[in-house]
């Protein structure tokens, strides 16, 4: 279930225009909040499994999701590398990340949209691409055209339908929603910084 989303998710910036030929290298930090539809399903749980807050690192050819818990202990990580098109994924749990081809997406598409949006993050004005599976979870994406990634390095990142996402979109999510029968999952933008990050980082030894 977590990689599911994590994955789903993947995706910036402190200037307000980047041009077509600058992708942008850099961190976005997010909250991440839950709402429960199902009593036997208490928030606190969601927490413990997705954890509270997330940072996403762009650089190109890379992207890692870092997952941490309220006391702000890292709860889990995942690295996608666009030259191999494989995600690992290291669980607190696990000492061991474990590797997924990320060229396979066997969920049905039922619908993908890409609209206006009157939602503003961090005083960014965004679009929704909105995915629809065919097994009715739903998921969300906010992003900012302001904001520039080079779509050409997620290509083969079918899972989650994600090379869609990036061929639209052109940039990370500032918000996202996540839709499923009991609980939907939120991660919003709460701060983005552009800077230089070292390869080491995206390391999955």
Known sequence: MIRIFVLTVLALLTFSHASADESFEGVIKYKIEFESYHENLPIHLLEEGFGTSAQAFYKPGYMKMV?????????????????????????????????????????????FTDADSDYEVLGRKTRVVTIEYEDGSLSKYWYSPSIFIDP?????????????????????????????????LIYTAEKISAEKLDDSLFSVE
């Open 67 to 111: 997952f941490t818990g309220k006391q702000g202990q890292e709860h889990a990580w995942e690295v996608y590398v666009a030259s191999e098109n494989k995600q690992f994924l290291k669980m607190k749990s696990d000492p061991v990340p474990v590797s997924h081809d990320s060229g396979k997406e066997t969920r049905r598409l039922k619908s």
């Open 152 to 184: 050409a390095q997620f290509q083969k990142l079918e899972f989650s339908y994600l090379n869609r996402y990036w061929e639209v979109a052109k940039s990370p999510y500032l918000r996202h929603e996540w839709h499923q029968e009991n609980y939907k």
